[in-house]
């Protein structure tokens, strides 16, 4: 019902309309089961819009009318901590107290960390054909069968730390700073997208050549670039603390 604008939610009718079916699929779920409370869970949600915030708003407000007790988790990347002071500046001081009192940081990716993410790819397989009963490769097999049966993807882990330690940087942060895990993500798909059938072929610095290109165009300059390092660049002043921690 939140319309357009956030990614993975589709637009429905009317907002009225649609929170009104929201409304009762919720009352007749917790009637079901017998309960009062009611978990809403929104994630990407850097990309809600101002506007999608006041229908949330309005969205529990009715809720709390109807005696149930809504409680919503928005999962999202660092950049959404940029939001409380777009709202403040646009006087939505009853937004930035209803969404941005409690914030909960999860850590991203350590360097250290880093080859046995990269090395789960050589280990994760598809589900196998049940009616061949022929088991699965892995990513790196399915990809890359001679990289798979020359050690892996996992035998260029250090050139993925060193591309992503090159992206942290450029961008002022600190080389072994923690990295955000979907652009690890799209490095690797990216990575073996590009080699797929081809990797045998590449000698180790064509192959270390193809790393930094996927981790290029993995999102995570254009990212900074666009919204600077949320993890970073974003203090609070002591006033605006104060309001979202009361």
Not at 106 to 129: C, H, I, Q, T
Not at 148 to 161: D, Q, R, T
Request: aromatic share 8%.
């Amino acid at each position: 019902f939140l319309g357009e604008g956030a990614d993975g939610i589709a637009s429905w009718r009317s907002p009225a309309s649609a929170r009104t079916a929201v409304i009762n699929g919720l009352m007749v779920d917790s009637d079901r089961i017998g309960t009062d409370c009611v978990i809403l869970m929104i994630d990407e949600a850097q990309n809600l819009l101002v506007h999608q915030y006041s229908m949330l708003k309005v969205l529990l407000d009715e809720l709390i009318d109807l005696k149930r007790s809504p409680f919503l988790l928005l999962a999202a990347q660092p950049e959404i901590q940029h939001r409380p002071d777009e709202l403040l500046k646009k006087n939505l001081h009853d937004l930035v107290d209803r969404f941005f009192t409690r914030w909960h940081r999860m850590r991203g990716l350590k360097f250290s960390e880093l080859a046995g993410f990269v090395s789960a790819y050589d280990n994760l397989r598809w589900s196998p054909d049940r009616n061949s009963g022929a088991t699965a490769p892995t990513f790196t097999e399915f990809f890359a069968p001679r990289l798979a049966h020359s050690g892996g993807l996992v035998v260029l882990a250090p050139h993925f730390a060193d591309a992503f330690r090159k992206s942290n940087c450029e961008s002022g942060r600190q080389a072994e700073d923690e990295l955000e895990t979907k652009y690890v993500v799209s490095a690797i798909r990216i990575f073996l997208l590009e080699v797929s059938g081809n990797a045998a072929a590449l000698s180790s610095n064509e192959l270390a050549g193809v790393v930094q290109r996927a981790v290029q165009r993995s999102g995570i300059f254009e990212n900074r670039r666009r919204v600077g390092d949320a993890e970073h660049l974003f203090e609070l002043p002591a006033k605006k603390r104060t309001r979202l921690e009361r």
